[in-house]
């Protein structure tokens, strides 16, 4: 009896200790979720935070570009290519997308801005005429997708005369999925001008490089 009854504390024993085992994986399983939620909540805090740091600070440097008094934009654009198959304003992706101020306004593929016709073929160029031909020292050029496949920036004087004032691969530290400048800066030229063309090696950057706007600055 005395045995039966030795046994039978050991048993239950074992069973409040194998219980508390299970408790204690559940709890962990438990902390672990928790932990895991906690994560999410904070990383997508973050990201909210970032996208709207991002945001405002898009929205700065296109107001400051917009006031620059020394600034204009396109008013006729020529391209390699065009994904639209036909020409004017009112085709999607057609070099007549970068005329005038930007209008895209958020990141992405967006009909508004330019593309050439295939994503990755290399070498692209657009081609953008200003209403006055200036001493120029600035092109800005606003990229709504996929930025940095720049590689050269010419401009071409009143006699047709082709200078390069930029060339090279972009090195610029782009921001994830915002709209971006690429600003070439140099000497204010001796001579006038008034046509820029930006050269593009698209398979630098897979997908469509696609550009909304461009701006000459000089005086």
């Known amino acids: 009896m005395k045995i039966i009854k030795i046994v039978i504390a050991f048993a239950i024993l074992i069973t409040v200790l194998n219980c508390s085992k299970i408790t204690d994986k559940f709890s ?16 997508k805090t973050t990201e909210d935070e970032l996208n ?37 304003k009112n ?4 070099a007549e997308q970068m005329l005038g101020v930007p209008n895209v306004q958020n990141y992405g593929d967006n009909g508004s801005g330019w593309a050439s016709k295939e994503a990755d073929k290399d070498i692209e160029w657009v081609k953008l005429t200003f209403e006055n031909a200036v001493y120029a020292s600035e092109v ?30 972009d090195k610029t530290k782009y921001r994830a999925n915002s709209i971006e400048y690429f600003t070439a800066k140099f000497d ?32």
Do not use: C, F, M
């Not at 945001?55 to 290519?81: F, T």
């Not at 085709?91 to 057609?94: A, F, R």
């Not at 630098?204 to 550009?211: A, F, K, L, R, Y």
């Open 91 to 94: 085709h999607s992706w057609s």
């Open 188 to 219: 204010k030229t001796k001579y006038k001008s008034k046509t820029v063309k930006i050269t593009l090696s698209s398979k630098t950057v897979p997908g469509w490089n696609e550009i909304d706007a461009v701006q000459l600055v000089g005086e």
């Open 140 to 169: 800005r050029v606003r990229q709504n997708y996929n930025p940095g496949a720049i590689i050269k920036i010419e401009l071409i004087d009143e006699n047709g005369k082709s200078y390069v004032v930029w060339s090279g691969i």
């Open 28 to 43: 962990e399983k438990v902390e672990e979720k928790v932990n895991e939620k906690v994560n999410e909540e904070l990383k």
């Open 52 to 88: 709207k740091d991002r945001k405002v600070n898009e929205s700065l440097d296109d107001e400051k570009i917009l006031k620059d008094p020394n600034g204009q934009w396109a008013i006729d654009a020529d391209a390699s290519s065009s994904y639209s198959t036909a020409a004017g």
